[in-house]
T-cell receptor
Framework: AQSVTQLDSQVPVFEEAPVELRCNYS??????LFWYVQYPNQGLQLLLK??????LVESINGFEAEFNKSQTSFHLRKPSVHISDTAEYFC?????????????FGKGTRLLVKP | EAGVAQSPRYKIIEKRQSVAFWCNPI?????LYWYQQILGQGPKLLIQ????????DSQLPKDRFSAERLKGVDSTLKIQPAKLEDSAVYLC????????????FGPGTRLTVT
């Protein structure tokens, strides 16, 4: 079985400051890793994913996440946040080798960017 | 392309009543998912369809929840009878076979059971 822990329920940060949203997972099998974002009044959108290869993955809007197998973590970072980054961020895992991608989501971290 | 459509967007019912949600996935997406998102928690997978066959329904409370996907396109999720703890947002998502890691989510249906 898999589980995902997002250590912070809410992260307030000032605009242009750096931010890190933490995600740890537990699994007895290898997993794929994802970050989804949910902007206010919108559906979830895939932000970035780790399937294989380089452990550092980047999104088009400046976020990056690094897969750390030894620490079973997949923390999300951005060097300088904008007001528009205010949203709920969900970390998710999916076991490799299944019939489909069955996501197990964390509880989410609300990023609140203040001016 | 059009996104995943869901209706209704909001629904308020009394406990023991029944309710149905509808989902229209992105055209051509073979895989369809229903998730339940309780306030303050992440989405939890209820059921996954591949075309019109069920791949995973291990977390679906089958005594009260049912789902179908006719002709491998639209899907309905039904709750009968509803309980207070069913209050949640019900999310539908779809993905293309071969890139199932990228799921496209609809806006969800917010259900309140009183």
């Amino acid at each position: 079985a898999q589980s995902v822990t997002q250590l912070d329920s809410q992260v307030p940060v000032f605009e242009e400051a750096p931010v890190e949203l933490r995600c740890n997972y537990s699994s007895s099998v290898s997993v794929y890793l994802f970050w989804y974002v949910q902007y206010p009044n919108q559906g979830l959108q895939l932000l970035l994913k780790y399937l294989s290869g380089s452990t550092l993955v980047e999104s088009i809007n400046g976020f990056e996440a690094e897969f750390n197998k030894s620490q079973t973590s997949f923390h999300l970072r951005k060097p300088s946040v904008h007001i528009s980054d205010t949203a709920e961020y969900f970390c998710a895992v999916s076991p490799r080798g299944g019939q489909g991608f069955s996501f197990i989501f964390g509880k989410g971290t609300r990023l609140l960017v203040k001016p | 392309e059009a996104g995943v459509a869901q209706s209704p967007r909001y629904k308020i019912i009394e406990k023991r009543q029944s309710v149905a949600f509808w989902c229209n996935p992105i055209s051509g997406h073979a895989t369809l998912y229903w998730y339940q998102q309780i306030l303050g928690q992440g989405p939890k997978l209820l059921i996954q369809f591949q075309n019109n066959g069920v791949v995973d329904d291990s977390q679906l409370p089958k005594d009260r929840f049912s789902a179908e996907r006719l002709k491998g396109v639209d899907s309905t999720l039904k709750i009968q009878p509803a309980k207070l703890e069913d209050s949640a947002v019900y999310l539908c998502a779809s993905s293309s076979y071969g890139t199932n890691y990228e799921q496209y989510f609809g806006p969800g249906t917010r259900l309140t059971v009183t």
